[in-house]
């Protein structure tokens, strides 16, 4: 019988193949078609860890506040005050509590910046101030009035802006184009003005560009790391797309399934345990893999430079294999973060096989040796 179980073990349908097979498959006489890596403290250093995607690292935290420049077609408001006795601008400014004058004071109603770039201020005349700052603007308006008013001084504000403003698109409650103060507003002002996240913090995905440069963060990372909120400029473009992130598990687990994150980052360890961990019925403990298409960059570190999966681009296949026998790799379990779309894939033990066919002649021995039993209990009697 047990020859018998041995020869039709073969024979059984599979979840997928043996830790000998990954082994085996991974080169053939005419082709490499993936890179096995054990992983190792070595290992670690590269594809444990590695660089993540920042907006800070990829356009600044910006300045701590934002001098706009004017534009046409921005709204501005202009005051003016002078000291006394001048009377230019009209009456006498008398403070609280005080008889003698103060001074005197106007306020400009707002005006759009012409196509010319300028905006009209009584005794000053014509005043350009396109591509200038509020501050440059003020020093212009008080050096016009100079001789005209007593010790003038202005305020410019930019009430509206068309151009000073960024625009919010995506999977937010309402798109907008927001504009920008002088406060120096950063992407999550911008989100919260457009209304918020359509999609969970943990699906959602928020790209910056800016200036033709692209990057994108996952929105819980921005939350969790304060510098990632970065300042913006005129004319960024903010993009909020639901990217559910995943890793699919199969093979002898407790459960094979699409499994979402949940979280900003996870690693070996939190799958398996996420997936239910490993059967004790089923899985070898020595082939458990990690199927990723795996970043040049890092799987040059530890693939051989003559090797020909360097060639094949940007992403080389690559399957790390973890030897749970090992004390030390389980301890490294917990250092090694899982990337979406990961595949995590344990093998059937050798005798899983022999296991199942065993179990089937059992079910049908069972009734043969139960009937046989019953038949020599009658002839007995």
């Known amino acids: 019988m047990l020859a018998i179980a041995v020869s039709v073990s073969g024979c059984l349908p599979r979840s997928g193949p043996t830790t000998g097979d990954v082994l085996n498959q991974r080169k053939t006489s005419t082709n490499l078609n993936y890179a096995l890596v054990d992983i190792g403290k070595d290992i670690l250093t590269y594809a444990g860890t590695r660089p993540r995607a920042s907006l800070a690292a990829k356009f600044g935290a910006g300045p701590r506040s934002s001098d706009l420049r ?23 400014i008398t403070m609280a509590g005080f008889q003698q004058p103060t001074g005197s004071s106007a306020t400009i109603p707002p005006q759009t910046v012409s196509g010319n770039g300028t905006i009209a201020v009584p005794y000053a005349g014509r005043i350009k101030v396109i591509g200038n700052t509020p501050t440059q603007v003020e020093q212009q308006i008080t050096k016009a009035l100079e001789g005209k008013a007593v010790q003038p001084q202005a305020l410019v504000t930019i009430q509206r802006s068309t151009a000073n403003a960024v625009t919010v698109t995506g999977e937010v409650a309402a798109g907008a184009r927001v504009s920008l103060t002088g406060a120096g507003e950063r992407v999550l002002d911008a989100i919260a003005s457009a209304g918020g996240l359509r999609a969970t913090a943990s699906d959602s995905i928020v790209g910056l560009t800016r200036n033709g440069v692209v990057a994108r963060v996952p929105f819980d990372v921005m939350l969790e790391n304060p510098e990632e909120n970065v300042r913006l400029r005129s004319g960024d473009l903010i993009t909020v797309v639901r990217e559910p992130r995943t890793f699919l598990v199969f093979g002898a687990t ?5 499994v979402p994150f949940d979280a900003s980052r996870i690693t070996m360890a939190d799958a ?11 899985a070898d403990a020595s082939g458990v893999f990690v199927l990723r298409y795996e970043l040049a960059s890092i799987a040059r570190h530890f693939i051989p430079a003559g090797s020909p999966l360097l060639s094949r681009g940007e992403y080389i296949p690559v399957v790390y294999r973890f030897n749970m026998r090992d004390t030390n790799v389980m301890l490294s ?9 990961d595949v995590i894939y344990v093998a059937n033990a050798a005798g899983a096989d022999l296991q199942k066919v065993m179990a089937i002649f059992q079910g049908v021995s069972s009734p043969a040796m139960s009937a046989t039993s019953l038949g020599l209990s009658a002839s007995r009697l």
């Open 272 to 282: 398996l345990a996420k997936s239910a961990g490993l059967n004790d019925q089923r």
């Open 254 to 258: 407790g459960r094979n399934a699409e």
């Open 70 to 92: 004017i534009a046409v077609g921005d709204v501005v408001a202009v005051n003016i005050w002078e000291a006394p006795p001048g009377s230019l601008f009209g009456g006498n």
């Open 333 to 341: 379990m917990q250092r090694f973060e899982i990337q979406p779309r």
